[in-house]
């Protein structure tokens, strides 16, 4: 007992700090610092404070979904899901559809959703049969049934039917463009909605109650039979076999869900940034959302709501801080290269934990 | 009875075969519609073999030591790129760049490779999302290096390389004192095609240098480490060491593949040479037949032929189809893509297979006990 | 035993490699060497160009210099050798000699004065450095891409 104590009184700052370092990952650690670093030094190279909360703001609420999309796969131990950018075409079939079907205005959003949905749900299907095919594998496997199907809508996007003037090359006639402009369609549809605008600070409510929808939505799914199925099929398989989870429907839903909010993040995504990108432009989306959740505390095989807001957040910060301080601090911009070392060491830091890999 | 027993060997020949098959069929059919003469094809069919054989053989030892497909060999690219940035700067031209900027690009490649395969011991069992992740970690710290060191740190003279603001390397570096001269050096031309001989001498050495290395005792080693990592450790194999040594090899001779890739080209593209070469030597090694645990020299050519007839021809016969030149080009990048999805799934499907066989055998063998 | 002579095994491939970068840097170190026929004023004598100089290097004429022109040729090493036929009158004999010139390692623009080099002057006479005069061409800053863009690239 005695014993015990003294080891207490011998846990000096320093050990308790590398403790706390340890639980909470040292590079998580330095990102946070980092950018509390930035926001600080903020002020004092010329930028306005307020004005990079609201674009910090602003990027956290048109990326927080697809991060959001990262969850239910965690959670049934189906790992990160690299394959985001599958939901993501789903989501641009439906953005497209809705457009070409005449559709303008806010309603053009909810009908982008709708005819969305069914193609998530279908796409996700077949990918979570897949995944289910190759358990254990399904990083590498999702990396690239995500660029195959990207590769493969390039050509979609030339040889489909689409007619809107809005949408196909002006001199061909057919064939979508690379971007397309959404004025007149859904651009900031849920960024206007109840906005903020106190002097230089303004906030998209919107878009933040519609991911605030989401994210309690998904938080109660967990919350849920089904949710602490997925749960523990995702903790521990074996147990949940035992105790009567149909493993593979289980991990089949958890990929549907995260195909479907994929697609609506996107859409989301493209309502604040105003555009449609296609071809090439979803290929390499999953890698900021992996790396937002990681970064917000998450783990290969544990991820919460909170890691959600926390990771996108931090995330975000980053790619709007760095290229304005550093700009105005040392004429350089090297906020790329911070982005990449930065996104890239934490999914890194992720892969290489030993608890995790024990699978 | 006879045909039937052929039928079936054929049958299963070409089951085994399905992707090089795949792909002789999609050959057959594109190069007709693209209407390339037979000479102009072959004529780039060689030159291509001579540019990229060497880099895909790189692959072949990770594979062996049973770390799958080395996504990080991008990692050995860059070396051969700085490698290739310090020559170019230092004005060494001809024979002597290349050879100098092999040797150069050896200090960094085993750094990198070292580097690559420490974290690779670390995420056992997912080596190759690692290495893939590895790759893009690698590339940040290249462009630190390259876009902001070189200039004011790292020195560099000319401003022909330099970009005009003071710091940094320019998009593209001009190699054309030293382009194609290994290839034109001993080239013949048969029948109107030109055969780079001395390209082809250096990657017969290096097949050479694997079939003598598969029967060493590191070589074995390595194999014993691929087959089962606990078999080899109880067996007195230090398997850390032994993997670490297969990256680092792999990555040295890739960046060496690299330097005979880009005095072919003529050119660097600082900052994309490099992105896309794993992706691409990885498919053209897989189409050949390889498997994420099984791969040969005779892959190695049959798949960069294959493929590449494939990347030739694909853009024109595209065009022929639709009328759009830009499918054909949408198009083998696809087939890239898919082949390697195909591949991972086909290689991740039947270790599960082994595994749930392994385990029903077990079973029955408890059982048996148990009675 | 085997351990100290693995050390020496890898010493001595390091040192071979080492080796052979040097002498790969010095073999293959690029110069180009402009040949000028113009006058030269040194030590104040001055020395006249011939009526026309024509430049063999590797048995390929690379120049036909007549008065106040310049020809330029590469050269890797440092060991420039270079045939001169030399027509010092207009209809005059030609005169053919081969020489051979030590490059400094440091330049890799090199300026020959023909005339000072053929009087036989000091290296430091003919031979000068040279410096590209032409402007920095006022480049727009170029566009550096995106490390995760998705690129095609040739293969």
Same mark, same amino acid.
């Given at each position: 007992?005695?014993?015990?104590?003294?080891?207490?009184?011998?846990?000096?700052?320093?050990?308790?700090?590398?403790?706390?370092?340890?639980?909470?990952?040292?590079?998580?650690?330095?990102?946070? /610092?980092?950018?509390?670093?930035?926001?600080?030094?903020?002020?004092?190279?010329?930028?306005?404070?307020?004005?990079?909360?609201?674009?910090?703001?602003?990027?956290?609420?048109?990326?927080?979904?697809?991060?959001?999309?990262?969850?239910?796969?965690?959670?049934?131990?189906?790992?990160?899901?690299?394959?985001?950018?599958?939901? +993501?075409?789903?989501?641009?079939?439906?953005?497209?559809?809705?457009?070409?079907?005449?559709?303008?205005?806010?309603?053009?959003?909810?009908?982008?959703?709708?005819?969305?949905?069914?193609?998530?749900?279908?796409?996700?299907?077949?990918?979570?049969?897949?995944?289910?095919?190759?358990?254990?594998?399904?990083?590498?496997?999702?990396?690239?049934?995500?660029?195959?199907?990207?590769?493969?809508?390039?050509?979609?996007?030339?040889?489909?039917?689409?007619?809107?003037?809005?949408?196909?090359?002006?001199?061909?006639?057919?064939?979508?463009?690379?971007?397309?402009?959404?004025?007149?369609?859904?651009?900031?549809?849920?960024?206007?909605?109840?906005?903020?605008?106190?002097?230089?600070?303004?906030?998209?409510?919107?878009?933040?109650?519609?991911?605030?929808?989401?994210?309690?939505?998904?938080?109660?799914?967990?919350?849920?039979?089904?949710?602490?199925?997925?749960?523990?099929?995702?903790?521990?398989?074996?147990?949940?076999?035992?105790?009567?989870?149909?493993?593979?429907?289980?991990?089949?839903?958890?990929?549907?869900?995260?195909?479907?909010?994929?697609?609506?993040?996107?859409?989301?995504?493209?309502?604040?940034?105003?555009? +449609? !990108?296609?071809?090439?432009?979803?290929?390499?989306?999953?890698?900021?959302?992996?790396?937002?959740?990681?970064?917000?505390?998450?783990?290969?095989?544990?991820?919460?709501?909170?890691?959600? +807001?926390?990771?996108?957040?931090?995330?975000?910060?980053?790619?709007?801080?760095?290229?304005?301080?550093?700009?105005?601090?040392?004429?350089?911009?090297?906020?790329?290269?911070?982005?990449?070392?930065?996104?890239?060491?934490?999914?890194?830091?992720?892969?290489?934990?030993?608890?995790?890999?024990?699978? | 009875?006879?045909?039937?027993?052929?039928?079936?060997?054929?049958?299963?020949?070409?089951?085994?075969?399905?992707?090089?098959?795949?792909?002789?069929?999609?050959?057959?059919?594109?190069?007709?519609?693209?209407?390339?003469?037979?000479?102009?094809?072959?004529?780039?069919?060689?030159?291509?073999?001579?540019?990229?054989?060497?880099?895909?053989?790189?692959?072949?030892?990770?594979?062996?030591?049973?770390?799958?497909?080395?996504?990080?060999?991008?990692?050995?690219?860059?070396?051969?790129?700085?490698?290739?940035?310090?020559?170019?700067?230092?004005?060494?031209?001809?024979?002597?760049?290349?050879?100098?900027?092999?040797?150069?690009?050896?200090?960094?490649?085993?750094?990198?490779?070292?580097?690559?395969?420490?974290?690779?011991?670390?995420?056992?069992?997912?080596?190759?999302?690692?290495?893939?992740?590895?790759?893009?970690?690698?590339?940040?710290?290249?462009?630190?290096?390259?876009?902001?060191?070189?200039?004011?740190?790292?020195?560099?003279?000319?401003?022909?390389?330099?970009?005009?603001?003071?710091?940094?390397?320019?998009?593209?570096?001009?190699?054309?004192?030293?382009?194609?001269?290994?290839?034109?050096?001993?080239?013949?031309?048969?029948?109107?095609?030109?055969?780079?001989?001395?390209?082809?001498?250096?990657?017969?050495?290096?097949?050479?240098?694997?079939?003598?290395?598969?029967?060493?005792?590191?070589?074995?080693?390595?194999?014993?480490?691929?087959?089962?990592?606990?078999?080899?450790?109880?067996?007195?194999?230090?398997?850390?060491?032994?993997?670490?040594?297969?990256?680092?090899?792999?990555?040295?001779?890739?960046?060496?593949?690299?330097?005979?890739?880009?005095?072919?080209?003529?050119?660097?593209?600082?900052?994309?040479?490099?992105?896309?070469?794993?992706?691409?030597?990885?498919?053209?090694?897989?189409?050949?037949?390889?498997?994420?645990?099984?791969?040969?020299?005779?892959?190695?050519?049959?798949?960069?032929?294959?493929?590449?007839?494939?990347?030739?021809?694909?853009?024109?016969?595209?065009?022929?189809?639709?009328?759009?030149?830009?499918?054909?080009?949408?198009?083998?990048?696809?087939?890239?893509?898919?082949?390697?999805?195909?591949?991972?799934?086909?290689?991740?499907?039947?270790?599960?297979?082994?595994?749930?066989?392994?385990? !029903?055998?077990?079973? !029955?063998?408890?059982?048996?006990?148990?009675? | 035993?085997?351990?100290?002579?693995?050390?020496?095994?890898?010493?001595?491939?390091?040192?071979?490699?080492? /080796?052979?970068?040097?002498?790969?840097?010095?073999?293959?170190?690029?110069?180009?060497?402009?040949?000028?026929?113009?006058?030269?004023?040194?030590?104040?004598?001055?020395?006249?160009?011939?009526?026309?100089?024509?430049?063999?290097?590797?048995?390929?004429?690379?120049?036909?210099?007549?008065?106040?022109?310049?020809?330029?040729?590469?050269?890797?090493?440092?060991?420039?050798?270079?045939?001169?036929?030399?027509?010092?009158?207009?209809?005059?004999?030609?005169?053919?000699?081969?020489?051979?010139?030590?490059?400094?390692?440091?330049?890799?623009?090199?300026? +020959?004065?023909?005339?000072?080099?053929?009087?036989?002057?000091?290296?430091?006479?003919?031979?000068?450095?040279?410096?590209?005069?032409?402007?920095?061409?006022?480049?727009?800053?170029?566009?550096?891409?995106?490390?995760?863009?998705?690129?095609?690239?040739?293969?």
């Amino acid at each position: 007992m005695n014993e015990i104590l003294m080891d207490k009184n011998n846990l000096t700052l320093g050990n308790r700090l590398r403790a706390f370092a340890a639980s909470f990952g040292l590079p998580r650690l330095i990102i946070a /610092a980092f950018l509390l670093l930035l926001f600080i030094a903020a002020p004092f190279v010329g930028a306005d404070f307020w004005t990079q909360i609201s674009n910090t703001i602003n990027r956290f609420s048109w990326n927080a979904i697809l991060v959001l999309a990262m969850v239910p796969m965690i959670h049934s131990g189906c790992g990160l899901n690299f394959g985001l950018p599958l939901g +993501i075409i789903s989501g641009l079939l439906g953005a497209t559809l809705s457009i070409e079907f005449g559709f303008t205005g806010p309603i053009s959003f909810v009908m982008a959703v709708a005819i969305a949905t069914p193609i998530a749900i279908l796409l996700g299907a077949l990918y979570g049969w897949l995944l289910n095919k190759i358990k254990g594998g399904e990083m590498m496997i999702a990396t690239y049934v995500g660029f195959s199907s990207v590769s493969f809508m390039c050509m979609m996007w030339l040889l489909l039917p689409y007619h809107s003037p809005t949408m196909v090359w002006g001199f061909a006639g057919k064939g979508l463009r690379t971007t397309i402009s959404l004025e007149g369609f859904y651009d900031k549809v849920l960024a206007n909605f109840l906005q903020v605008n106190i002097g230089n600070l303004s906030i998209p409510t919107g878009t933040l109650l519609f991911f605030a929808l989401l994210a309690f939505g998904m938080w109660a799914f967990l919350h849920t039979k089904t949710g602490t199925a997925m749960t523990a099929v995702g903790s521990n398989p074996t147990f949940a076999k035992a105790a009567g989870v149909n493993v593979d429907k289980t991990r089949l839903l958890s990929v549907v869900l995260s195909t479907w909010l994929a697609a609506i993040g996107i859409l989301v995504y493209e309502q604040g940034f105003g555009f +449609i !990108q296609l071809y090439m432009a979803p290929f390499y989306m999953a890698l900021p959302a992996v790396s937002a959740i990681l970064i917000g505390g998450a783990s290969v095989n544990k991820a919460t709501i909170a890691n959600v +807001i926390i990771g996108t957040f931090l995330f975000q910060g980053i790619v709007t801080m760095t290229p304005t301080v550093m700009n105005n601090m040392i004429h350089m911009d090297m906020s790329e290269v911070i982005r990449v070392v930065a996104s890239q060491g934490m999914i890194l830091y992720a892969l290489t934990r030993k608890t995790e890999a024990a699978k | 009875m006879k045909e039937k027993n052929m039928g079936k060997k054929l049958l299963s020949l070409l089951q085994a075969n399905s992707v090089p098959v795949t792909f002789v069929l999609i050959c057959a059919v594109c190069i007709p519609l693209s209407g390339l003469s037979v000479s102009y094809l072959l004529n780039e069919i060689v030159t291509r073999m001579g540019r990229n054989i060497f880099l895909i053989l790189a692959l072949l030892i990770p594979i062996m030591s049973g770390m799958g497909l080395n996504f990080g060999m991008t990692l050995g690219a860059m070396a051969g790129e700085i490698a290739l940035i310090f020559v170019s700067d230092w004005q060494i031209w001809g024979i002597p760049g290349v050879v100098l900027a092999m040797i150069l690009s050896i200090p960094i490649s085993v750094l990198l490779g070292a580097f690559c395969g420490k974290i690779l011991n670390m995420a056992k069992g997912r080596e190759m999302i690692t290495s893939y992740i590895i790759s893009f970690f690698t590339n940040g710290l290249y462009q630190l290096v390259v876009l902001y060191m070189m200039g004011p740190i790292i020195p560099i003279k000319h401003f022909s390389i330099k970009l005009p603001r003071g710091y940094g390397i320019r998009n593209t570096v001009s190699l054309l004192n030293m382009r194609q001269c290994l290839d034109n050096l001993l080239a013949i031309k048969v029948g109107g095609v030109k055969i780079p001989v001395l390209t082809f001498l250096i990657i017969a050495l290096l097949c050479l240098f694997i079939v003598w290395f598969r029967r060493t005792k590191l070589g074995q080693d390595m194999r014993a480490v691929g087959q089962d990592m606990n078999v080899a450790r109880d067996a007195g194999i230090n398997v850390e060491r032994t993997r670490i040594i297969s990256i680092v090899m792999s990555t040295v001779l890739a960046g060496f593949g690299m330097v005979i890739y880009l005095q072919n080209m003529g050119n660097i593209a600082t900052y994309s040479s490099h992105s896309q070469i794993g992706m691409f030597c990885i498919a053209a090694l897989l189409v050949g037949g390889a498997s994420v645990e099984k791969a040969s020299i005779g892959n190695v050519f049959l798949g960069v032929v294959l493929f590449h007839t494939m990347f030739i021809v694909a853009p024109k016969a595209g065009a022929a189809i639709t009328g759009d030149s830009m499918i054909g080009e949408y198009f083998r990048v696809f087939v890239s893509y898919a082949v390697i999805t195909v591949a991972l799934i086909m290689y991740e499907t039947k270790k599960r297979k082994v595994k749930s066989q392994m385990a !029903q055998q077990l079973a !029955q063998e408890q059982e048996a006990e148990n009675e | 035993m085997n351990k100290t002579r693995m050390l020496l095994f890898r010493l001595g491939t390091l040192a071979i490699l080492v /080796a052979i970068a040097a002498v790969m840097m010095v073999v293959g170190r690029g110069h180009t060497v402009y040949l000028d026929n113009k006058k030269l004023e040194y030590q104040g004598q001055e020395y006249k160009t011939p009526y026309k100089v024509v430049v063999l290097v590797k048995g390929e004429q690379v120049a036909k210099l007549y008065d106040r022109e310049r020809g330029s040729a590469t050269n890797v090493g440092q060991n420039f050798e270079m045939t001169l036929e030399i027509t010092q009158e207009k209809g005059g004999d030609e005169t053919v000699a081969t020489y051979q010139i030590k490059l400094p390692y440091n330049m890799d623009g090199v300026i +020959i004065n023909l005339p000072g080099y053929l009087a036989g002057l000091p290296e430091e006479a003919y031979l000068t450095e040279f410096v590209s005069t032409a402007p920095e061409e006022p480049e727009a800053e170029e566009e550096i891409p995106e490390s995760d863009e998705f690129e095609m690239g040739e293969f």
